[in-house]
T-cell receptor, first 114, second 115 residues
Framework: ETGVTQTPRHLVMGMTNKKSLKCEQH?????MYWYKQSAKKPLELMFVYSLEERVENNSVPSRFSPECPNSSHLFLHLHTLQPEDSALYLC?????????????FGPGTRLTVT | EDQVTQSPEALRLQEGESSSLNCSYT??????LFWYRQDPGKGPEFLFTLYSAGEEKEKERLKATLTKKESFLHITAPKPEDSATYLCAVPHGGGRGSTLGRLYFGRGTQLTVWP
């Protein structure tokens, strides 16, 4: 595997379900991100982790719960979601180093909440 | 208030018809501007980083340029496989006083190239 991978690629869940999204990066980076992408909107940053420590929570509802057990893996735990949470969820990684800002994205998980 | 504005929202070109996409930004102390390509249902694919006014980067039919207030993505003789949404982004300093922080993304330009 190379780059940033995400599983599952597609997920349909009911509002009472609990599910998790998984992201893994193979780039040797030490920072990871969750983004939400909805139609006609810019990418919305949800969470930022650096060296497994959460450094930003961009006012995300508590029904989204991130977990970063190590610098290569990132999870997003989902519970009691709403239909408006349906979107493409993207994971990205970067190197937390002065002057280095590029983020590399995974293919995304298309989430549908019914 | 959008920090990054892209225009046009959508662009349809005939194969071989060159054009440019625009990305204007309002952040001060620019620490780079990034261009990404995104195909439907997929994650953004990194294309270019530009750091200073006057800088240019090229990749196949794409050339990105940067001024003090905007960036252009020039597409020369496009082909149908260039059809995608093109996103630009600029970093906002944040995190623990380090370079780590958020990227401000534009809404993208959806490019369609027809044969």
């Amino acid at each position: 595997e190379t780059g940033v991978t995400q599983t599952p690629r597609h997920l349909v869940m009911g509002m009472t379900n609990k599910k998790s999204l998984k992201c893994e990066q193979h780039l040797g980076h030490n920072a990871m991100y969750w983004y939400k992408q909805s139609a006609k909107k810019p990418l919305e940053l949800m969470f930022v982790y650096s060296l497994e420590e959460r450094v930003e929570n961009n006012s995300v509802p508590s029904r989204f719960s991130p977990e970063c057990p190590n610098s290569s893996h990132l999870f997003l735990h989902l519970h009691t979601l709403q239909p408006e949470d349906s979107a493409l969820y993207l994971c990205a990684s970067s190197q937390d180093h002065p002057g280095y800002y590029e983020q590399y994205f995974g293919p995304g998980t298309r989430l549908t909440v019914t | 208030e959008d920090q990054v504005t892209q225009s046009p929202e959508a662009l349809r070109l005939q194969e071989g018809e060159s054009s440019s996409l625009n990305c204007s930004y309002t952040v001060s102390g620019l620490r780079g501007l990034f261009w990404y390509r995104q195909d439907p249902g997929k994650g953004p694919e990194f294309l270019f980083t530009l750091y200073s006014a006057g800088e240019e980067k090229e990749k196949e039919r794409l050339k990105a340029t940067l001024t003090k207030k905007e960036s252009f993505l020039h597409i020369t003789a496009p082909k149908p496989e260039d059809s995608a949404t093109y996103l630009c982004a600029v970093p906002h300093g944040g995190g623990r006083g380090s370079t780590l922080g958020r990227l401000y993304f534009g809404r993208g330009t959806q490019l369609t190239v027809w044969p």
